[in-house]
Each structure stands twice: as C-alpha cells, then as structure tokens.
C-alpha cells in the first residue's frame, strides 16, 4: 500500500525546512511568496492533502459536512428521491471541495448518537437533517451542540402532531365542518436553516385533479407516519376533501414505509372494501407502481376502473403501462437549495428559510373519470 506523503516529504523535495512547510501550507507568515508557492506546487505534485484529525484539533475545519438516514434500509435501495436529492447535494458539495459524511442508521436515537460522535470527533463542519418529524428531538440536539444544519423539510410541533389524528389517517374531519381546518402551523427553532416543500399544495393539485374527473372515493397510500411531510400530506388531503364536502369515509390516508411490498399490501386491503376507492394516491413512484401491478393482477383496469397518481415523477411513471400520472418536482433542485444554506450558513450568513419550487401535477394515462355507476 502506497504511504501518504508528509509535511518530511515535502520539506526535503522542496529543499526547505519543516517549519516552511507549515508556514505556507497553513498561509501563515514566515516564507517569501516564491517559496510558498514552490512549497504548494511540491504538495500537490505528491498528494498531499491535510490531515483531518489534526486538523479538527487546531480549530480548523474539517472540510465535510453530514447526512444520516434514519429509514429502513431495504427502502432506500428501489426509492429515487433519496438518489436525487443527494445528487443535488453532491453537485454543490464537490464545486466547494467540501465532502459528504454518509450514514444510514436504524431509527432516531441512533442519529442522534451519531451527531453526538461527529460533535465530539470534529468530523463534520455541520449537516443536513432530512425526514423531519413530529416532537422532533434533532432540532434541540444540534442547537445544544451549536453544530450548524439544514433541515430538509421542516419539523411540526408537538402539537401539529396531535392534530394529525391517529395513524391510518382518519383524523376528525366531519363533512358537515363550515370551514377546513388550518394546514399546521410551523415552529422551527430560530437557529437552524431549513429548506421547505409545499408538500400541502402540491396534495391540493392532486386532490382537485382527481374531484374534476368525479372521484369520491380517494384513498392516499402514505409513507412513514411520523414524518412531517407525511403529516402535511394527510392534513391536506383532509382539509382539502372537507372543503368539498367530502368526509373521512369517503377520502382517507393509510400508512406505510414506503417499500413497495407495503405499497402492494395496502393496495390489495382498500381494494377488497366493499366500497372500494376509484382513485389511488401514492406517496411515492415505486410504491405507485406496485399497486399498478396489484391492480392488474386482480383484473382491475387502469385507467377504467381505478385511477392512480405517484407523488414523485420517475423513469418508473414514465415506462409502466399506463404512463403514471404524477407530481414532477426538481428534487436534484431540492439538494442543490440545502447545500447552498448550509455552505452559506458555515460562511458566515444567519440562518435562513429557503423556499423549493413547487411540485406540478402531470397528467397521463394512469386517471380518467371514475365509472359512470360508482
């Protein structure tokens, strides 16, 4: 195995001392400009690069920055968004030479440990915090340890979560109610930078499509229970559903964790009511599939007797037969905007709010209006 080059190494081909070598590696005074730049040549030409542990120790930065997973890991393998999303964050990360620190954990207390570890090793500069939650520990932690983050999505409050309703998402939502009630209200700490998706607009789009074709029964397929985006999906697709009079027996959420063995399980079980739906709402495009291929296997036509729309636009939409109608959304976009605030956050600016660009709807093939007898 090839040895790294040292400060020694580049001293002696250099044909200067040690205490040079640190002095221009360092941009501190003590060598002349001639020589600090022969000093750099001769470290690039060696691979040279600083060490990360020593570098931590001195104060200086460590020139990554971090993103743990807290989700079943057989989901992130079939599931584009997290692939985008980190695309978009490595497209920022890799023009400011700044690295990505990787990990995927078992739930959110084995995040939490892992900022823990990273604060106290100096292994990151800061990180990017996906999956907001209900009654989120994260927020507190990383504004305890003053170790700086993003969060991709925004928390809700304790509260916000109780008004979700239970976890099929069958919350109170009488058809009768005079007005819809408020989409949650947000209550991020003030020291932390996030980057928001209007994740309850682009459900509103969804759920206007489907009532303008005549659907009335409407069932959401959503994601993990706990999330905050999967709360604001399934308030809105109440709140939405109540504004036209239409009440929890009629349009509801069931949840998931997104894999496509649960997509196509729950697909089988609403779809065995004696009511079924006539239109199917995924959280997202591998879990949309799956119940395309439920469907067809139980001899249930698409677009003809059920219609189906994905929440997330994939190659995966785009190729099934029928084409998925889905919500496009810039996701690569979405990672760009959070390593963007977070660069910017380690530069010196105050933290801040970062708004996406909303998701639009793309009608194909997949949503028609319902049979005339339902």
């Not at 104060?59 to 695309?87: K, M």
Request: with cysteine.
């Amino acid at each position: 195995m090839a040895r790294r080059p040292t400060i020694k190494d580049i001293a002696r081909q250099a044909g200067v001392s040690e205490s040079a070598v640190s002095f221009a590696l360092n941009d501190r005074p003590g060598v002349s400009q001639d020589t600090r730049a022969r000093i750099r040549r001769v470290a690039e030409e060696l691979g040279w690069q600083p060490n990360s542990a020593a570098r931590a120790l001195s104060g200086e930065r460590s020139g990554a920055v971090g993103l743990v997973l807290a989700r079943p890991a057989h989901t992130l393998g079939v599931e584009s968004f997290f692939l985008q999303l980190v695309s978009g964050i490595q497209e920022v990360l890799s023009a400011a030479r700044t690295a990505l620190l990787f990990q995927v954990v078992e739930d959110i207390d084995a995040e939490c440990a892992v900022y823990r570890r990273w604060w106290a090793e100096r292994r990151v500069d800061g990180v990017l915090v996906v999956d907001p939650r209900t009654s989120d520990p994260r927020p507190a932690l990383l504004e305890g340890l003053a170790l700086p983050a993003v969060t991709i999505g925004e928390a809700l409050s304790p509260a916000d979560g109780a008004a979700a309703g239970p976890g099929d998402g069958r919350g109170p939502a009488p058809a009768h109610s005079p007005a819809p009630s408020p989409a949650p209200s947000v209550t991020p700490l003030a020291t932390l930078s996030s980057v928001r998706a209007d994740d309850a607009g682009a459900m509103a789009q969804v759920l206007e499509h489907l009532y303008g074709l005549g659907h009335r029964r409407i069932v959401h397929i959503a994601g993990l229970p706990g999330l905050a985006h999967t709360v604001r999906r399934m308030e809105s697709l109440r709140t939405e559903a109540a504004r036209r009079g239409l009440g929890p027996d009629q349009v509801r959420s069931v949840v998931t964790d997104y894999s496509d063995a649960e997509g196509a399980a729950a697909t089988r079980r609403v779809l065995a009511e004696p009511d079924p739906p006539t239109a199917l709402v995924y959280d997202n495009d591998v879990m949309a599939v799956a119940g395309s291929a439920v469907a067809a296997e139980l001899g249930i036509p698409v677009p003809g007797r059920l219609s189906i729309v994905a929440w997330d636009d994939s190659a995966l939409c785009r190729v099934t037969h029928p084409r998925l109608t889905a919500l496009v959304r810039d996701t690569a976009g979405f990672g760009r905007l959070a390593a963007e605030e977070l660069l910017a956050v380690l530069a010196g600016s105050p933290p801040g709010v970062r708004i996406s660009e909303r998701p639009r709807l793309e009608p194909r093939e997949s949503t028609a209006p319902p049979p005339a007898h339902t």
